[in-house]
C-alpha cells in the first residue's frame, strides 16, 4: 500500500492556503505574509500555519479569532488554484491500473482531506484521513496505523509518500519506509537536511520504487 501525504505531495494547495493566510490576517490588522515565508510555515496544519504566522504564536490573544476567519475563508476557498502536480494523475492511474491500495493521511482538518479528495482523486484513492478530535496530527503514527488497518494492509508492504520534515518523521515512527518528494513546499537539500533516504523529482519515478 501506498500512503500519500496531500499538500505538497498530491496537491499544490500553496496559493489558496497563502491567500486565506493573508485575507484574515489583514481582517485583524497583522502584516501579510510572502509566498516564500508561507510555505516555510506548511506541513504541519493550520493552526501552526496560523500560530506561525503570528507574533507569539498561539499565546497571541488573537490567535484564535484569527485562526477562525482563516478556516472559514480557507473552506470556502479550498480549490480556487489548488490542483495536482503534473504527473500525479496519470501516476495514480497507473497505481490504480496496477491493482496498488493508496491512501491519503494529512495534517489538514479532515473535511478539507475528504473534500479534496473527493473532488481531485475521486475512484483513485481508496481512504483520505484529515486531523478531527480523535485522529492525532502526524508526526503521531495513528492515523497511518488506522489507514493501514482499514486496508487490511497490515501484513502488505507499505510505503510513505511527502514532502516534508513532518513526513520523513512520521515514517519513522510508523516504522515505515519513506520516500521524499522534491516537488512540493521543501527543496532536495532541506529534505536531505532532515534525513530523507530516498528523494523523487517527478511522480512517475515512484514506479521504480515499488
Given at each position: ?75 470556502a476557498h479550498l480549490n480556487d488554484y489548488t490542483a495536482p502536480y503534473p504527473g500525479i494523475i496519470p501516476l ?85 519506509p519513506c520516500i521524499s518528494v522534491s516537488w512540493g513546499f521543501r ?24
Amino acid at each position: 500500500m501506498i500512503i500519500f501525504d496531500l499538500d505538497g505531495t498530491l496537491l499544490n494547495t500553496a496559493k489558496d492556503l497563502e491567500i486565506a493566510l493573508n485575507y484574515a490576517l489583514r481582517a485583524h490588522n497583522f502584516p501579510e505574509k510572502t509566498e516564500a515565508e508561507t510555505l516555510a510555515l506548511l506541513g504541519n496544519g493550520i493552526d501552526a500555519l496560523v500560530a506561525g504566522a503570528l507574533p507569539q504564536g498561539r499565546q497571541n490573544p488573537d490567535f484564535e479569532p484569527v485562526f477562525t476567519t482563516f478556516k472559514t475563508y480557507y473552506s470556502a476557498h479550498l480549490n480556487d488554484y489548488t490542483a495536482p502536480y503534473p504527473g500525479i494523475i496519470p501516476l495514480l492511474q497507473e497505481l490504480r491500473r496496477r491493482g496498488v491500495k493508496m491512501g491519503i493521511v494529512s495534517n489538514k482538518f479532515d473535511e478539507g482531506v475528504k473534500a479534496l479528495a473527493a473532488k481531485f482523486f475521486g475512484g483513485l484513492i481508496d481512504y483520505a484521513q484529515g486531523v478531527s478530535n480523535t485522529v492525532k496530527k502526524k508526526p503521531a503514527p495513528d492515523a497511518v496505523f488506522a489507514l493501514i488497518a482499514a486496508q487490511n494492509a497490515a501484513t502488505e508492504p507499505n510505503i510513505y509518500v511527502g514532502d516534508s520534515e513532518v513526513d520523513i518523521e512520521t515514517a519513522q515512527n510508523a516504522s515505515l519506509p519513506c520516500i521524499s518528494v522534491s516537488w512540493g513546499f521543501r527543496t532536495r537539500d532541506a529534505l536531505l537536511q532532515h534525513g530523507a533516504q530516498t528523494v523523487i523529482d517527478r511522480p512517475e519515478e515512484l514506479l521504480e520504487h515499488i
